[in-house]
């Protein structure tokens, strides 16, 4: 039997459920029973789990799909559940609502939310393209809605550059919120013409180049994975081209990117060791794509509080009671569709596991 939305569906561990003193919600552990609930009570709602892969390893592992943002983004827009259940930030959630909005959205915590989205409001966009009338906005994925509605295409950082590089190279680019991201795309492309917006994750922003340099230089046979978001993305690349290191054995990849070139790592044989650069949350897909392998975080203190908030006690009572359902206008939806259907079109993105 499937759920309406607003039914209220019955757990013998609801009960166990509390906040503490920060609202996060515990009294929960992630255990054989605890994911046999999930999985009938998911069921019943008529609702798939996605996971981003920094979420908790056991929310990763009882998701239906678990991956980057732009893979999750096509499957929210291609699942046939009436319902589904973002364990992500609340920009991921929103995102899945503007692809699907018949579809009843939930987001376990509706206070995880992300430094890097709160960074430019749909305002300060407005104003920033009075400044250039006939530029180009492209907006990285992790923006509120209300920003995409004024953007002309968005991306993520699996395809970021192929998304700059579709645009015609006469036009000016506004490219925001994330200043790393964007002098990736800008080094990668060779434009002059990109404007990129102050903005930045703050746990990616405190993985340094001297971080980075650091690592590669005390396991200089490491591969290094670097998600550009870091604030040591240029730097990772000029160790390459310093000969600090090969240039082979440093990538810059989205999170999924991370997983294929684990993967690949299993196919080729290697047995090297590999410096991550990015929130520790990767390490566990990236364990279990090669458990061979030592997968080492350059920070490990990069840990990201907003993905932490979906906890086994968050997804359960979130499957319970219907809760945190995200709510769009209808016309920011509209106007938001259009940057969001572009971004999912171009390029390509690792599968979901």
């Not at 870091?230 to 090969?246: E, F, I, K, R, Y």
């Not at 790592?265 to 290697?270: E, F, L, R, Y």
């Not at 650069?277 to 897909?285: D, K, N, P, R, V």
Request: hydrophobic share 40%; glycine share 6%; net charge negative.
């Amino acid at each position: 039997m499937t759920a309406t939305t607003s039914a209220k569906l019955e757990s013998p561990l609801l009960a166990q459920v509390y906040q503490d003193e920060d609202g996060v919600y515990r009294g929960v552990e992630g255990n054989a029973e605890w994911a046999a609930e999930i999985r009938r009570l998911a069921d019943a709602r008529d609702a798939v789990i996605l996971a981003h892969n920094y979420e908790l390893p056991e929310i990763q592992d009882i998701a239906h799909h678990t991956g980057d943002s732009l893979a999750l983004s096509r499957v929210a827009a291609e699942d046939k559940h009436s319902t589904i259940v973002f364990c992500g930030v609340h920009f991921m959630a929103e995102t899945a609502k503007i692809l699907s909005p018949e579809k009843t959205v939930l987001i376990p915590d509706a206070k995880a939310g992300c430094s890097l989205a709160d960074s430019i409001t749909a305002q300060q966009l407005a104003d920033w393209k009075a400044q250039y009338p006939d530029a180009l906005v492209v907006s990285y994925v992790n923006t509120t809605a209300g920003v995409k509605a004024l953007t002309d295409v968005c991306c993520t950082s699996s395809n970021a550059v192929d998304v700059v590089k579709s645009l015609p190279a006469d036009k000016e680019i506004l490219f925001c919120p994330d200043k790393n991201l964007g002098a990736h795309v800008k080094r990668m492309t060779g434009r002059d013409n990109i404007h990129i917006w102050d903005g930045a994750c703050h746990v990616h922003e405190e993985i340094t180049g001297d971080m980075i340099a650091g690592s590669a230089k005390k396991q200089p046979n490491a591969d290094l994975y670097v998600h550009p978001e870091c604030g040591g993305t240029n730097a990772a690349l000029d160790l390459a081209d310093d000969g600090v290191v090969s240039a082979d054995q440093v990538k810059v990849l989205s999170t999924g990117g991370m997983l294929t070139a684990a993967e690949q790592g299993v196919a080729d044989g290697k047995k090297n060791d590999v410096l991550v650069a990015t929130e520790i949350g990767m390490l566990h897909q990236l364990q279990r794509a090669d458990s061979s392998r030592r997968f080492i975080p350059v920070n490990p203190e990069a840990s990201c509080p907003f993905m932490k908030r979906i906890t086994p006690a968050a997804l359960l009572k979130s499957l319970c009671d219907g809760t945190d359902e995200i709510e769009l206008e209808r016309d920011v939806i509209d106007a938001a569709f259009k940057a969001v259907d572009r971004m999912i079109a171009i390029g390509n993105s690792p599968a979901t596991r």
